[in-house]
């Protein structure tokens, strides 16, 4: 069986582009996983109690905000390193749709909502890689209470329908159960899927050499994920 964990990283007027994936955690290796994660919190924070206190968020660790104010740039890019190096070490499986909002938007006289579309294109996506493995999933997501009950609703409906209701549509029977949402600062696993997220909203579009030495050491970091492991993005449109 695969543990799914997922999250997003919604659009900005800047950057208007919806992100959403995560990784497919296998489970023969998952408390091997888990101590190393907490051991490079611990390594960080000084202790591996979850707490807000302590929540790996990429964006923040990127950027030296909320509990990472205090800490070097350095140290902070030695950290987001360390976690992919679990990724790539452990050769977790990554799953990304990736959305840009505008040309979605201007495609369909009524688009669907990017979160409901970029989930379900991720458990599609995911499903692809359950039947190849011959496995089944679990998934479990970020607590987004305005869209915890529309996505555990479209879920069901999904599976008692057969398959999803694109015009490919493919059937999600291998995930089992329901959905799964629970509060990242409860769970390091959802914390390495928003910092994996973070990195492809960050650097996947970025083609040429960066000049800022964070930026640079950023994009290796991404160019490594993709590199180090069964790696897909999908775009859409």
Known sequence: MRLIYFDESKPT????????????FPEDQIIKLENAISQIAFNFFGTAILSK??????KSIFHGKDNFKKHKMDKRIKLLSDIASVVTNFKIPIRIVRIHVKAHRAKYVYPEPEYGLGLMLFLERCCDYLEKEKQLGLAFGDYEEQELTQSVLDFSQYKFKGKTPMYYGRPLGLLIDTLYFTHSH?????????????????????????????????????????SGTDFYLQNWP
């Not at 208007?16 to 497919?24: K, S, T």
């Open 13 to 24: 007027s800047e950057n208007p582009v919806f992100f959403i994936g995560g990784l497919l």
């Open 53 to 58: 206190d302590t929540e790996l968020h990429g």
């Open 186 to 226: 409860h769970s390091r696993f959802l914390q390495m899927a928003d910092v994996v997220v973070f990195l492809a909203n960050r650097f996947n579009a970025v083609s040429a050499e960066p000049d800022k030495w964070h930026d640079k050491e950023g994009k290796k970091i991404w160019e490594s994920l993709k």
